[in-house]
């Protein structure tokens, strides 16, 4: 939730505060889409300045880094991978700076740790895929109140996690790894060890960050891999939650899934698989159905997601698209599922 003067609000900015007289009367509930029509009335009516729905990219989502931002690490960290060869680690101390660039820029956002994130699936490379679990894992890291130095050192390990798959002959990140054949799987599992062996003897790497590049593919019930461990540290067990859930919803040696299939199987396995407390923590910032989702509710209605409610990661704001005959609204219609309890979303289409 942002405060905006009455000159720069925008056509579909949705109200998160409810717009009063002076006399306490009410004008605008929140959840009202304020078009351009009742921006002129209430400026009219001598309001400066209102409440609106937190900044949106221009696709409509809450976004983590800004996509300027975003672009700029990945050609960064592109860059730096791409030229790097087993051992020859003097460039990848630059990585270091990075993470601490992505916590500061994500620290900016005012009361960052109180949003919902529109995460969306994506096709995507290692580079963007090591950049958003990064940013995915130090929000839940800074939920979690993780001290600030671990949490530069879990920002470095993401950046730097998947370094062994550099050193395979095989690209593994357009297959899906039950897929793979024996020899196969056997070679893509051995890349986290490849990463940690490569920078096991470097002293400007932490041993948290390292123990990241080899535990990320780690589980609790010790089905993971490459060591089939059950301790795994603290930090290991935030990037193996966010790991999870980015190459789900990416394709990334596994079938793409939607999002809100990605979070109930972290659902399933939380306290299983993963950490219980990191689970819970990494879902209070991600929407089930992110901004943009087309979806169809329980009463046959077509809609838009339009933004997202604190607290009620799976009861988001919707726009009526289509009535429940399949004919087209013209009118503008918003749901707010919070305060619209018959409502609900019972599919998602693409």
Known sequence: MIRKKITELQN???????IMTWDYQIILQP????KTDYISR???????????????TESGEAAILK??????IKEKVKDILERHTYQNNQELEQLSKTADNIIDSILEEEKVVEQVFDIKERSTDIYEHSITICSLAIITALKLNVDKQKIHDIGVGCLLHDLGLRYLTTDFTKKDEESLGEVEGAEYRKHPVYGFSSLKQEEWISDISKAIILYHHERLDGTGFPLHTKDIPFECRIVNVCDA??????????????????????????????????????????AVYPAGSHVITNEGETAVVVAQNKDFQDRPIIRILKDKDGNDVKEDITKDLVKVHNVFIEKVID
């Open 12 to 18: 579909g900015d949705i109200l998160a505060k409810p």
């Open 31 to 34: 959840g009202a889409t304020l």
């Open 42 to 56: 209430l400026e009219e009516l001598g309001i400066t300045e209102v409440y609106v729905e937190e900044e949106e």
């Open 67 to 72: 996509s300027d931002m975003e672009k700029s």
């Open 245 to 286: 859930f980015d190459e789900m919803i990416c394709g990334i040696t596994r079938k793409q899934v939607k999002v809100y299939q990605a979070v109930e199987y972290l659902k399933n396995y939380k306290g299983v698989k993963f950490d219980a407390k990191i689970v819970d923590a990494f879902l209070t910032f991600t």
